[in-house]
């Protein structure tokens, strides 16, 4: 499976890299990067909500104008507010802190319910 995670804390990308060893990932520290890699070719996208540069609420605008279809897992520890809510409402959101068979268990029930 070929995988773009937008996430700007290093150790969660790392352990990201654990988790998805098996898996293509192109890795991106902010949401500028996260745009910028997206080309159509992913199967599932993985993002924080917080991150410089252009944060995970608007990588998903980005996200929904080019492909509304593509499956895409929020990882945060934000607070879940109303604005959050309403912009990941069809995408799988997964609290931070997570362990790792509970991320994985998640994305391929996920993935399973998108027919991906």
Do not use: W
């Not at 500028?32 to 997206?38: L, T």
């Amino acid at each position: 499976m070929r995988m773009l995670i937008a996430e700007d804390d290093y150790i969660t990308a790392k352990l990201y890299k654990i988790i998805f060893a098996q898996d293509e990932i192109d890795l991106c520290l902010d949401g500028d990067s996260c745009v910028m890699a997206y080309d159509g070719s992913h199967d599932i996208i993985i993002l924080d909500i917080k991150m410089p540069r252009k944060n995970g609420l608007k990588v998903i605008e980005f996200l929904k104008g080019v492909n509304n279809k593509i499956p895409v897992v929020v990882v945060t520890a934000m607070t879940l507010t109303d604005e959050v809510r309403k912009a990941t409402k069809e995408f799988l959101v997964i609290r931070k802190p997570m362990d790792i068979i509970t991320l994985r268990a998640k994305l391929i029930e996920y993935l399973k319910e998108r027919h991906v």
